[in-house]
Each structure stands twice: as structure tokens, then as C-alpha cells.
């Protein structure tokens, strides 16, 4: 009988928790679909501010604007902290065509790759041997390889549900394509860009040499899905069609620039932080509305939502834009650097980096204890067809805060359309749907709640 009655009692208590939880959530949805700001934030730092290439003017303006705004909603603490960062200049728009034979040309939608090299000033033109993976650009060899320019042609696969999945398995042919591609003599790299959709527009990101010294390093560019296509099928007609490249960018010495950091001290556990964030920098083909711009002003709001449903944080919620994901993580490891000098206990640490549409649910970098005990809040979420709960990793800001015992969470919204605008010049303040946005800032604001109200098992 007693085993009953404590059990019976231990039921009540579980139901009363989760009916408060569900009564606060809903009380966080409510507030959040009317009168979030997230929309109107991202307006301005979309369409004011514009692109924000590391390094470049507007990060800096970006910079300002977010330590402005954050001391606006009332944080108890506002500061920048500083970090250097790459500065790479893309320089006048670039110019490709293709040759099929004198007089006949076709014009291409090309873009320089980050971090890459300049042409020289009247451009490269070669014939083109297409590839689609380094065992085939290693079977061909010198022989066949040298003197000319390298395409890169492996799409993203179709036929897997996650287009994440579907990126990181192509995306080394323009991370490393240059640097493969020159062992054998090649004078130039051009590569699909990473998109599901057949397009007009070209998607840059960072790639690397490695260790190849300057006096060695090829350029390289990203041509759209459709010109891919078009190039693929001349090339099948005349293999010794040329191809034509020039583009002016210029990579130089480092520059000063800051993460932008905000907290509000808990209450209860001052010491234990609970970190929400995203990358304030972008690239600059767009304004980076999805890429990153989203996440920063969904991070933003989280306070602001919390306080209008009537939540006092019980630990320190700290909120961090930072600087540099795209070409170099400078600030997310200048942020691991000082919290681990002075040992800062981060029990949990959520990223939105993945863009402003409909959220379904978090991946979650846990140990397995925790990850049992994050599961039991699905259904808290399922109302809201946000419940897909899976471990596999958070998001790179956050992931060189791990520990044992500590938390890190994705927001993982729906992914079918992200790679149609990741680092293309249709990444956009017009391509953001305002209620999948908010829709963002509720599952964030009501997960950061939770892990407030319950921390971590340590």
C-alpha cells in the first residue's frame, strides 16, 4: 500500500510539473506570435545593414547595431569581445563564358569561392576537364589534367531526406578542390555550387589551400546548378570547348573585429549559463537573412519573450552573435578561449544557424542520462509539430563548448528549401516567411526555458 501511495503521489506531482511546463509554453507561444520582435529586427539588419562579410564594413556596422539593440532590451551586462578575423574582398563582379568554338560563347553565372585567389587581370581561359570526385580526378592524372581548369560536378544527392546530409557529402570539392586539383597541374578550379535546385545563382563559401604557398595557389569559383548542367552537356558534344574566368579578389591581413555579448544575471544560479546564439557575420552575395541573420535575432528576442510570459530566469542566460562562422570560426574559438580561462560553467548552449523556416524539432550533443531526461519534454512540443528529437550535433559556434555533462542543441528547422539560398544572392530579407520566424523564436525560447527551470544532470 505504501509503494502505491508513493507512487500515486509521485504521478500527481509529474502531472502538476508537466501542466505547469504546458501552461508557460503556452503562454510563451501566445506572446511570441504577438509581439515578437524578430521580424522587425532582422528587417533592419537585413535591408540596413545588408551583407556582412568578416572583416568588411557592414560586419562592423552589424556589430554596433547588435550591441545597440541588446542594451535596448535591457540585459544587465552588454559587451564586445574582441577577436581578429580574416578580411577577403571579393572586388568587382566576375566574369565567366564558355567557348565552344571562336565566335560562339555562352555567358556563365559564376562567383569567386572565399578565401580564394584572384585571376590575372584578363582572366584564364582553358579547356575543362570535368570531375566528380578526387579518385576520379587522381585516376585521370598529370597527364591529362594539366594546364587545364578542373570542373567539379558532383550534385548534392536528391535522394536523401536531409539536405544537411546531402551537403556534407559534397561539399569537399569546393572546400579542397583547389588544393587537390593542383597536384595535377591544373591552372583553375570551377565547381557546382551546393544546391538542390537548378538556378541562375552561383553559391560561394570558404574553401582552403592548405599548406600550398601563395606563389601555387589556383583560383576557384562556384558556377550556378543550370550553367553546371549546360557545361556538363556542351561538354559531351565538344570536350575541347574552353572555358573563360576572371575574377579581381583579394585576401588581406587580418583584421580587429567582436563577438557581441549580453547576459542577464539568474537569480538563483548565477553561475550556471545557459548561451543562445548565432553568427552575426555572412556572406556578402546577399544579406544573409537565413544565413545567419535568423538565428541572431531569434537569439535576440528570447529575453524579451520570456519576460512578456512572466519568466524569471533562475540562471544566467547569456546571449552571443558571433563573428566569423563562415570563413574561419575566429570568434567562436576566441569565446571558447576566455570561458574556459575563467572556467565558466555553460550547462547548456543552443545555436540557430540552419534558417528562419518552420522549426521541427533540436539535435542535441548530450550525454545519454541527459538526452533520457530531454526526450520526456517531446510532448510539450508536439502541439506544435516541433518534436523531433535527435542526438547529432548542435551547431559550430557552440560545438568547442562541450563537456561530459553539458548540453549543446540545434535548432533544426524544416531543411527542403535552406540550400536553395545558402550563400547565394537570393539569401534575402524577401525569401523570410515572418511566422515560420516567430515560429523559431518560440521552440528556442520555450527550450531554454526548460533547461532554466530543470538545468542538467551533472
Same mark, same amino acid.
Given at each position: ?7 500515486f503521489?509521485?504521478?500527481?506531482v ?17 506572446n511570441?506570435?504577438?509581439? &515578437? ?14 551583407? !556582412? ?58 562567383c ?13 581561359k ?15 592524372g ?15 544527392? &536528391? ?31 570551377? @565547381? ?23 606563389s ?38 587580418? @583584421? ?37 541573420g ?21 540562471r544566467?542566460? !547569456? @546571449? ?45 550533443? &548530450? ?39 553539458? @548540453? ?21 530579407f ?29
Open positions: 500500500m505504501k509503494y502505491f501511495s508513493k507512487l503521489f509521485l504521478l500527481i509529474f502531472n502538476v510539473f508537466s501542466q505547469n511546463d504546458q501552461e508557460m509554453i503556452e503562454k510563451i507561444f501566445d511570441t506570435m504577438s509581439s &515578437s520582435k524578430t521580424y522587425e529586427l532582422l528587417d533592419h539588419l537585413s535591408n540596413e545593414i545588408g551583407g !556582412r562579410l568578416s572583416g568588411s564594413l557592414n560586419a562592423e556596422r552589424a556589430v554596433e547595431w547588435g550591441r545597440d539593440e541588446l542594451k535596448k532590451i535591457g540585459f544587465d551586462k552588454v559587451w564586445l569581445q574582441e577577436v581578429m578575423v580574416p578580411k577577403w574582398v571579393r572586388g568587382p563582379k566576375e566574369f565567366a563564358l564558355i567557348e565552344t568554338q571562336p565566335g560562339t560563347t555562352f555567358n556563365v553565372d559564376a569567386a569561392l572565399g578565401g580564394s585567389v584572384a585571376t590575372p587581370s584578363v582572366g584564364i582553358a579547356n575543362v576537364i570535368e570531375v566528380h570526385d578526387f579518385d576520379e580526378l587522381k585516376e585521370l598529370k597527364e591529362k589534367i594539366d594546364g587545364k581548369i578542373v570542373f567539379f560536378n558532383r550534385p548534392m544527392q &536528391s535522394n536523401l531526406i536531409s539536405t544537411f546530409q546531402a551537403y556534407g557529402e559534397a561539399v569537399d570539392q569546393r572546400t579542397n578542390g583547389a588544393v587537390e586539383a593542383v597536384k595535377y597541374g591544373a591552372i583553375g578550379v570551377i @565547381v557546382r555550387s551546393m544546391s538542390l535546385r537548378l538556378d541562375d545563382y552561383p553559391h560561394t563559401g570558404v574553401m582552403s589551400y592548405g599548406q600550398l604557398p601563395p601555387k595557389r589556383i583560383p576557384a569559383a562556384a558556377i550556378s546548378t543550370n550553367a553546371s548542367e549546360k557545361l556538363s552537356n556542351l561538354l559531351l558534344i565538344n570536350p575541347n570547348l574552353k572555358f573563360l574566368l576572371r575574377q579581381q579578389c583579394k585576401q588581406y591581413a587580418d @583584421v580587429k573585429s567582436h563577438n557581441v555579448i549580453a547576459e542577464i544575471k539568474g537569480s538563483t544560479y548565477p553561475k550556471e549559463i545557459i548561451l543562445v546564439g548565432g553568427h552575426l557575420d555572412s556572406w556578402d552575395l546577399g544579406d544573409g537573412s537565413h544565413d545567419d535568423a538565428g541572431i535575432v531569434q537569439s535576440m528576442d528570447v529575453i524579451n519573450i520570456l519576460r512578456k510570459s512572466g519568466y524569471k530566469p533562475k544566467t542566460i !547569456r @546571449v552571443v552573435l558571433f563573428m566569423n562562422e563562415e570563413n574561419g570560426t575566429r570568434g567562436a574559438k576566441k569565446y571558447s578561449e576566455i570561458s574556459k580561462k575563467k572556467s565558466l560553467n555553460h550547462i547548456f548552449a543552443l545555436e540557430s544557424d540552419a534558417g528562419g523556416f518552420s522549426p521541427r524539432g533540436f539535435s542535441f550533443t &548530450s550525454n545519454k542520462e541527459n538526452f533520457s531526461k530531454i526526450l520526456k519534454w517531446k510532448n510539450l512540443f508536439a502541439p506544435y509539430l516541433i518534436q523531433s528529437f535527435e542526438t547529432g550535433g548542435s551547431g559550430a559556434d557552440i560545438a568547442p563548448l562541450e563537456t561530459k555533462n553539458n @548540453v549543446l542543441a540545434g535548432l533544426r528547422p524544416d531543411s527542403q528549401r535552406y540550400f536553395d539560398y545558402h550563400h547565394a544572392a537570393n539569401d534575402t524577401d525569401a523570410i516567411n515572418k511566422r515560420e520566424l516567430e515560429l523559431g523564436s518560440f521552440a528556442m525560447t520555450s527550450l531554454i526555458y526548460l533547461f532554466d527551470k530543470y538545468g542538467v544532470n551533472n
